[in-house]
């Protein structure tokens, strides 16, 4: 037998079983079946470039939506345009109509700018203004999709703010009645209560809500520790600075925001029972698949504002 050249080069190096190393024929022959049920696979799966060749997921999602949801959309903006010309003129009288649904606006329960009331008395406005602000600081932290339930130490600490909204609420329904109460009752304190309130149940609420809503939410907490906590803390300090000082210039801004939480929150509960009751959760991909269920929720918002305010009317 004549020996390759060295100069034709060295025949390519075949990998060799382990079993045919070992003299087993047996194992040799299962080792060869099994490398010829993996090209027979190879051979079936689609042509690795095809993949690159796909469009990309975030380029699918740019493809306008079918007619039937297009209609459903300008249908409900519609509607909402409808109830923002034919509720009362002129702005703040539109939003002391809207916070007569969620409120009872007692007089001295409310902040005044230089005779100017808010549309919603003191606690109601600090509850809202934190779940907005709370909301905005999710959003700005990119953790709105987070769904993991918050640490225990740092729930522990939310909750002591929920209780003591609730101990001021029952407080000061005493005090008005003049029954025995355990302090009097301030515009402060349920700014304060409220403020804290608002936002500690933003945090803990939130986290149910994207496991409804979202079909890949974050495995994140909002707040893993009370340095994060820590950020939630200072905007809210600010909400209540901004209530207890009431310069003349934040009246409409606060008094925008304050009705804007309690519209987001409505409709964020009402897209939630929608989507349950059509069997839809955990279906939106991305922040533009969640623009229609909100879109629903905020219609149905002002339908039940409009039926409380029209009952209230007859009714007064």
């Given amino acids: 037998m004549i020996p390759p050249d060295p100069e034709d080069g060295l025949p390519e190096a075949t990998e060799i ?3 045919v190393e070992s003299g087993d024929p047996l194992g040799a022959v299962s080792h060869g079946e099994d490398f010829l049920q993996a090209e027979a696979t190879d051979s079936r799966s689609p042509d690795p470039l095809g993949a690159a060749r796909e469009r990309p997921e975030h380029l ?3 493809e306008p939506p079918p007619l039937a949801t297009r209609l459903l959309a300008s249908t409900l903006l519609t509607i909402i345009a409808l109830f923002l010309l034919y509720s009362p003129w002129p702005l703040i009288t539109k939003l002391h109509a809207v916070g007569a649904a969620c409120c009872a606006q007692i007089p001295s329960h409310t902040i005044t700018f230089q ?8 606690r109601n406005s600090g509850i809202y203004l934190g779940v907005l602000l709370a909301i905005a600081i999710m959003w700005v932290g990119r953790r709105q999709r987070a769904a993991s339930y918050i640490p225990a130490r740092v729930r522990n600490l939310l909750m002591l703010g929920v209780l003591a909204m609730m101990l001021d609420g029952f407080n000061s329904v005493a005090q008005t009645h003049h029954f025995h109460v355990l302090y009097q ?13 608002g936002m500690a149940l933003t945090i803990l609420v939130v986290p149910i809500y994207n496991r409804l809503v ?4 974050a495995i994140i907490a909002v ?3 009370y340095v994060e906590l820590g ?12 209530l207890q000082a009431a310069p003349a210039a934040l009246y409409y801004p606060l008094s925008i925001l304050s009705i804007a939480g309690f519209l987001v929150t409505m409709t964020m509960v009402n897209s939630c029972i929608i989507l349950v009751s059509l069997r839809r959760e955990h279906t939106v991909a991305d922040e533009r698949g969640l623009f229609l ?24």
């Avoid at 950020?231 to 901004?242: K, P, Y």
């Avoid at 269920?293 to 007859?314: D, K, N, S, Y």
């Fill in 185 to 197: 009752d301030t515009n402060l304190i349920r700014v304060i209560t409220g403020t804290l309130a």
């Fill in 17 to 19: 079983s382990p079993a």
């Fill in 231 to 242: 950020g939630f803390l200072i905007v809210a300090i600010l909400v209540i600075v901004s």
């Fill in 223 to 225: 707040a893993e520790d």
């Fill in 115 to 122: 005779g100017r009331p808010m549309p919603i008395d003191s």
């Fill in 214 to 217: 979202w079909r890949d939410s």
């Fill in 60 to 62: 699918e999602s740019t």
């Fill in 293 to 316: 269920p909100a879109l629903a929720g905020l219609v149905f918002t002002l339908g039940e504002i409009f039926l409380i305010t029209t009952f209230r009317a007859h009714a007064g």
